[in-house]
């Protein structure tokens, strides 16, 4: 009895060193210790003990890639992948861990189980939302490619979630680029429990045969040597491969699902038929005799009771504290972040006055001497146009590879920041307006701004995207007036800055870059070309609120464009004997409010001026936090006031845009009703 093949403890690292047949035993141990797992979470939900069940049963045939992932490469999982992430060294602990969330499992918790996530093994934690993973994954192997790496990215997916739009768009660049990235389709021929054989880009023709493999997992072995060859021509000739994996799902889609409602006892059983376990056994046993049922009987007994001893070890180990439920949204001031990014004064030289676009491509200039790691991407970003408002205006002349230009795709742009930030670079991506984030919204919203939470800090992209936003400039039309920082705000996790200066468009980069955080810097279009004389300017960098004129009677809160109506309209008032102090806020998220309730505590009365949408805006969440702070509501002569946009989109003809906007006179209005006039 070969006992000692496999007996080692579970918890080990991934298996090296071992002959040919030692191997496929070793991978047969993961898939037997998986399927043992699934047996028991499958118990453990049944029993109230576990709150979720998700199978990897009939999966466990993906195995055989193991042998082809090699150290530095990366992993973007699919959540029935339990086998395989046993076979590249994840321990059966921490896996138990998972399922029960315990406090000492990679996301602490945060995750439903099977999320898969392992930072010393570079396995990139995953996230619910079907295919997020993909455009991540081809902007992790950008960075691969930019460093010059032999390494490789591994993208797990299911067939269902093939039909992704985000699929194709990362499938499409990986191809545009030569990407080293293999995406692993599980072909199980459902989602959930709509099948899925006519409805696959496979089936539908639409994957590039040139860079497609079909293989059968069902048969592990082979599986593992076909694929070795694809992920072989992937790392030696630096381009992307679509893994086809035929497979089944032997169980229902989770522990909440009845598979015998929409699948035949035929089907069933013919299921059963192929199981890559059974498969695996009696293809090691035609290679080594003495690999007989008996011996597989032993293994079996053995991998029930690690898993069982595992599970309860797991069971009894502790659960997250109630006080760390909203640790690791963002980074912690104190984090050891890397400081090279250091301050210039691009305000220097002998200009007289600057406007925010200048400003903004000179920061960019000056960060891109400053550190090799930043990239920009964005679309029509490259010179002889430089963006189409010029915000990159020679740059790509200037750092050539550096500054590119993207597809006409927002979560392309998105999810490759995403991934190359993972990668250890720092993306400053652009999207032409903040009114097509639509489909980045995605990857902001699911990805970015999740993945430091939802990995417990383990991973993080700190990147920036900015975007031109804000309406006043006339004939607009509803897709080039948006503002929009409320949508971000409205995303733990991220950053967002609203700048009205050009020299805060410029300390909102370099605040971007320290803050170690994803950060959504929105650059108000009107302002590109106003000029202002840096005489005045702020020196040095800040990042709350800033006072631009002080008073004493009415409060007014502004950020972006509506600063400068709001400082009008407080001029304006000062003729009449009252004073008004006007605050930009500059930053959405954090937002100073110690400025805003000391200064609401002075005066009070508060006037809040935005271009946003009203409901749900920013604007109402002034409002909400000042009342809701006793202390300053208590000093309170007068109810708040928003003037804002209402709940209406801005119509191209300058009267509709007119009407729909704040301006000095509503803003007038408001004071006048903070003073009971
Ligand atoms: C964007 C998104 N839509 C819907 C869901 C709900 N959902 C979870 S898994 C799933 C089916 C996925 O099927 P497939 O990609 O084939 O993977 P499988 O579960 O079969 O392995 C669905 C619809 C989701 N998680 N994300």
Not at 374 to 391: A, M, N, Q, T, Y
Request: proline share 4%.
């Amino acid at each position: 009895m070969k006992t000692n093949a496999y007996s080692s403890n579970p918890d080990l690292s991934r298996d090296v060193g071992l002959d040919l047949n030692e191997q496929r035993l070793s991978l047969v141990k993961h898939m037997m210790l998986s399927r043992e797992s699934d047996l028991r979470e499958n118990i453990l939900f049944r029993q109230g003990r576990g709150q979720f069940h998700v199978s990897s049963s009939g999966h466990e045939g993906l195995v055989g890639l193991s042998t082809s992932i090699m150290p530095g490469d990366y992993v973007y999982a699919h959540y029935r992948d339990r086998a395989l992430m046993l076979s590249l060294g994840m321990s059966l602990y921490d896996i138990a861990l998972g399922y029960f969330a315990k406090a000492e499992s990679s996301s602490g918790g945060r995750q439903l189980v099977n999320h898969f996530s392992c930072k010393k093994l570079n396995i990139i934690s995953a996230a619910t939302p079907t295919a997020l993973q993909c455009l991540p994954a081809a902007g992790t192997a950008w960075g691969l490619k930019k460093e010059g790496k032999d390494n490789v990215v591994f993208c797990f997916i299911g067939d269902a979630s093939a039909r992704q739009g985000e699929f194709f768009e990362a499938l499409a660049f990986a191809i545009q680029e030569s990407l080293p990235v293999v995406f692993v389709v599980e072909d199980n021929g459902y989602g959930i429990s709509t099948p899925t054989g006519e409805m696959t880009p496979l089936s539908l023709g639409m994957l590039p045969q040139d860079y497609l493999h079909e293989i059968d997992a069902r048969k592990p072995f082979q599986f593992e040597l076909r694929a070795r060859s694809v992920v072989e021509d992937v790392r030696s000739d630096r381009k992307p491969a679509v893994i086809w994996a035929q497979l089944d799902r032997l169980s229902p889609h989770t522990g909440s699902d009845d598979h015998e409602k929409y699948r035949s006892s035929e089907e069933l059983i013919r299921m059963q038929m192929r199981d890559p376990l059974d498969q695996a056994q009696s293809d090691l046993f035609k290679l080594d005799s003495s690999y007989n049922q008996e011996f597989f009987d032993e293994m079996a007994k053995w991998a029930k009771e690690c898993v069982r001893e595992t599970y309860i070890r797991a069971e009894n180990a502790a659960d997250p504290d109630l006080d760390v439920a909203d640790s690791n949204v963002l980074c912690a001031q104190n984090e050891n972040l890397d400081r090279s990014f250091f301050k210039r004064n691009v305000f220097s030289n002998d200009h007289q006055t600057w406007d925010m676009a200048g400003a903004w491509v000179s920061t960019l200039d000056a960060i891109l001497h400053e550190n090799k790691k930043v990239i920009l991407f964005g679309e029509d970003i490259e010179d002889p146009k430089g963006g189409v408002f010029g915000l990159t205006k020679g740059l790509s002349t200037k750092h050539p590879g550096r500054v590119v230009n993207s597809p006409l795709a927002e979560a392309t742009i998105a999810g490759l920041a995403s991934g190359l930030s993972v990668a250890g670079f720092f993306p400053i991506f652009e999207l032409q307006f903040v009114d097509f984030v639509g489909p980045a919204l995605n990857q902001i919203a699911n990805q970015i701004s999740t993945l430091r939470w939802r990995s417990n800090g383990d991973y993080s992209c700190p990147l920036v995207i900015y975007a031109p936003c804000g309406s006043f400039i006339s004939n607009g039309g509803p897709w080039h007036s948006q503002s929009n920082e409320a949508l971000f705000a409205h995303c733990p996790g991220l950053n967002v800055i609203v700048p009205s200066r050009p020299e805060d468009a410029s300390n909102a980069l370099y605040a971007a870059l320290h803050s170690g955080n994803p950060t959504i810097i929105l650059l108000p279009k009107r302002q590109f070309h106003v000029q202002y004389d840096m005489a005045e300017a702020h020196s040095g960098q800040r990042n709350g609120a800033h006072i631009r004129i002080r008073g004493e009677h009415v409060t007014i809160v502004a950020w972006g464009n509506c600063v400068s109506i709001a400082e009008d309209a407080a001029r304006s008032y000062a003729a009449s004997g009252v004073y008004c102090e006007v605050i930009d806020l500059y930053s959405i998220v954090p937002c100073d409010w110690e400025t805003v309730f000391a200064s609401v505590k002075k005066t009070g009365r508060l006037v809040v001026v935005q271009e946003d949408v009203k409901t749900c805006g920013f604007g109402q969440a002034i409002i909400s936090e000042v009342c809701s702070r006793q202390d300053v509501w208590g000093n309170m002569y007068a109810s708040p006031q928003l003037v804002s946009r209402g709940d209406v989109h801005i119509g191209f003809h300058p009267n509709l845009e007119r009407q729909v906007l704040p301006d000095v006179n509503k803003v007038k209005s408001a004071i006048a009703s903070t003073l009971g006039q």
